[in-house]
């Protein structure tokens, strides 16, 4: 379902901050699931629990740097929108 709704966001012309959140959630989702799905495989495979831990533990570090990187976004959208620009070098 992820992958479709992937697809669909791709084809939004004017894509604004809610449209980009909602595709870095979606990729963080099949990122979640793929590692989950390996985990089991190499739990199965080699009859330990580390590869689930470590992989759970990767999988938690996923969802702060997506919202870090929602809000980055949607603090430079607010610039955009009044017109300033934000961290420029000069």
């Known amino acids: 379902m992820n992958f479709l709704s992937l697809y669909l966001l791709k084809n939004f012309q004017n894509k604004d901050v809610n449209v980009r959140a909602t595709a870095t959630f979606s990729i963080n989702d099949l990122v979640s699931y793929g590692g989950v799905i390996l985990a ?51």
């Open 40 to 90: 089991g495989i190499i739990v199965l495979w080699i009859d330990s629990n580390w590869p689930d831990l470590l992989i759970g533990i990767a999988i938690a570090g996923i969802a702060p740097y997506g919202a870090i990187d929602i809000l980055r976004d949607a603090h430079m959208d607010i610039h955009e929108e009044r017109g300033t620009k934000h961290n420029e070098k000069k």
